[in-house]
């Protein structure tokens, strides 16, 4: 059973506004959480994280919220450039720290 | 910087041909991990190790066994390939008490024929 979904297979925005992409959880445990972004025919690549604790995290023109009372997070990409376009992967761990819970990750296409 | 290597970006082997796929890293990491990577399933977990000679199952073992004899190499291996295991396998590494991230390979595009 998934336990990290990511409900928009893929999502389109313009070059400079913001991209939103969500991911819901189902597991109560998970205190981790990751967003991945991966390029065709390359590995994922890490890009920010959030502990349980905070409920938000910023890292330059990504920022991740966390909302626990609802499982839910979204990763947001301000503003918006070409060469963001890519598979978003959410993941998220509980406190074995071992494996990680992966969505099916949504393609976002920034278009000029 | 980690890195994470793969012993090939693509393979084609035939069914029935018992087939290996290796992973090096060069960070010390304690823990390494095989995923494969299907459209629309995303990344799912093979096998895991959290130390040398350290298995355990993930999300989909059937078909695949592992083997970890030292710390920086872990392998995955098909005993008998069929087509049903075509698909992009990608191997992670991470130190837990560094943090949770896990650093991929470059992925290894396997075709069973």
């Known amino acids: 059973d998934q336990q990290v979904k990511q409900n928009s297979p893929s999502l389109s925005v313009q070059e400079g506004r913001i991209s939103i992409l969500n991911c819901d959880y189902t597991n109560s445990m998970f205190d981790y959480f990751l967003w991945y972004k991966k390029y065709p025919a390359e590995g994922p690549t890490f890009l920010i994280s959030?502990?349980?604790?905070?409920d938000k995290n910023e890292d330059g023109r990504f920022t991740v919220f966390l909302n626990k009372s609802a499982k839910h997070l979204s990763l947001h990409i301000v503003p918006s450039q070409p060469g963001d376009s890519a598979v978003y992967f959410c993941?998220?761990?509980?406190?074995?720290?071992?494996?990680?819970?992966f969505g099916k990750g949504t393609s976002l296409l920034v278009t000029p | 910087d980690v890195k994470v290597t793969q012993s090939s970006r693509y393979l084609v082997k035939r069914t029935g041909e018992k087939v290996f796929l290796e992973c090096v890293q060069d960070?010390?990491?304690?823990?390494m991990f095989w995923y494969r990577q299907d459209p629309g399933l995303g990344l799912r977990l093979i096998y895991f190790s959290y130390d040398v000679k350290m298995k355990e199952k993930g999300d989909i073992p059937e078909g695949y066994s592992v083997s970890r004899e030292k710390k920086e190499r872990f392998s995955l291996i098909l005993e008998s390939a069929s087509t049903n295991q075509t698909s992009m396998y990608l191997c992670a590494s991470s130190s837990y008490r560094e943090s949770r991230e896990q650093y991929f390979g470059p992925g290894t595009r396997l075709t069973v024929t």
């Open positions: 993941a998220a761990s509980d406190h074995s720290g071992y494996a990680l819970n």
């Open positions: 960070m010390d990491h304690e823990n």
């Open positions: 959030i502990s349980s604790i905070k």
